[in-house]
């Protein structure tokens, strides 16, 4: 009898918010049909972002054939990939990590150093962007933790030893005493 | 003996305990950007129906900046807020829209039926959104008059936000102007 009653209920508020829903009316399919970047030298002429002025001058020489492909991986390895859990864009098959990679193979074959192109990535995402964290400021606590724990696990190893090696001789001696003074009674 | 271990268990776990009351304070998904306070990085892009919309053309006035996708839920959420925004402040902010890894057939298709709030501008390979350091949409950035990220939305704008950041940066603009 109470489900009955609810019933009419529950469909009302479940067609409320079917009606609410921005896309309730027609649907359009939710698929993530995902453009895939272009290929090096695929994008339109003079459409895009402006990035030089940001990185300056390239500093190196620019890149080609294996040589760049090393340095593509190098790069790559090094930055994280933002849509994905600690994963780098080299290990990533995400559209972002794509369009990163192919953003370093961009930069690299324009003369910019490995250096400026991970600087580049750093300045527009933050640090956050580095997989392996700068050894500056707040971030020595990373670098410094495992090397403190493990030395201070050391030291109280070693000086839990030394008490039970200490405790441990007292005992005997107290043991030993008392079978003297047993056997000369 | 007793004192020892609650000392040394005090000195371990303590620091531990700040660090993590630090830690849940923040929201883990939310990355500052680096880009607030600096200029915006230029583009050039086409929208929808080929007109090309060069962000350096429209300095002088406050421009909202959304990178978003038909795939995105908060997206949608936030569409009627912009919707809303974009009315509001007809000819004193402009909208853009940069299409973030997604069809820009879908684009069309959902700002025929919902409506449209700006111009959806197509990014070729991602590298506008790379050059904010968009990590997934929805994302906004609120360029003021001169051209320098203001601030940023991380996930759907808020009301609150979107409101005061649009003032704080007319109000810049009245008084860069007046």
């Known amino acids: ?185 | 003996m007793n004192r020892k271990v609650l000392l040394v268990g005090l000195g371990i776990s303590l620091p531990l305990l700040v660090l993590l009351g630090f830690g849940f304070r923040h929201d883990p998904q939310i990355v500052e950007s680096p880009l607030v306070g600096k200029p915006a990085p230029n583009f050039r892009l086409a929208d929808l129906d080929g007109n090309i919309v060069d962000l350096a053309e429209l300095r002088g006035r406050p421009v909202i900046v959304n990178f978003w996708a038909t795939y995105c839920v908060p997206c949608w959420a936030e569409h009627p807020l912009l919707l809303e925004g974009s009315r509001r402040w007809q000819g004193e902010i402009h909208f853009l829209g940069v299409i973030f890894q997604d069809d820009p057939d879908l684009i069309a298709q959902f700002t025929a039926e919902y409506g449209r709030w700006g111009p959806s501008l197509i990014d070729e390979g991602g590298r506008v959104a790379i050059a904010y350091g968009v990590y997934g949409p929805p994302e906004t950035f609120f360029i003021g008059r001169d051209g320098v990220i203001v601030d940023k939305a991380i996930g759907a704008v808020a009301p609150e936000q979107l409101l005061s950041v649009a003032n704080r940066m007319l109000a810049q603009s009245a008084a860069a102007t007046g």
Request: aromatic share 4%.
């Open chain 1, 1 to 185: 009898m109470r489900r009955a009653t609810a019933l009419p209920g529950l469909l009302a508020l479940l067609a409320a918010l079917a009606l609410a829903a921005p896309g309730s009316a027609q649907e359009p399919d939710m698929t993530p049909r995902v453009a895939l970047p272009p290929a090096e030298g695929e994008y339109r002429p003079g459409l895009g972002v402006e990035t030089s002025h940001e990185l300056g001058d390239p500093l190196g020489r620019p890149l080609s054939g294996d040589e760049l492909d090393r340095a593509v991986a190098e790069v790559a390895a090094d930055i994280r990939c933002p849509k994905c859990q600690a994963l780098s864009i080299a290990d990533s098959g995400a559209a972002s990590a794509q369009a990163m990679r192919a953003e370093a193979r961009s930069l690299l074959s324009q003369g910019y150093t490995r250096e400026q192109v991970v600087g580049y990535f750093e300045q527009r995402y933050g640090e956050f962007v580095l997989l392996e964290p700068r050894a500056r400021g707040l971030n020595l606590i990373v670098w410094a933790a495992p090397a403190g724990i493990v030395l201070v696990g050391g030291l109280l190893v070693v000086l839990r030893l030394r008490q039970r090696r200490r405790s441990g001789d007292e005992g005997l001696d107290t043991y030993l005493r008392q079978v003297e003074q047993e056997t000369t009674t």
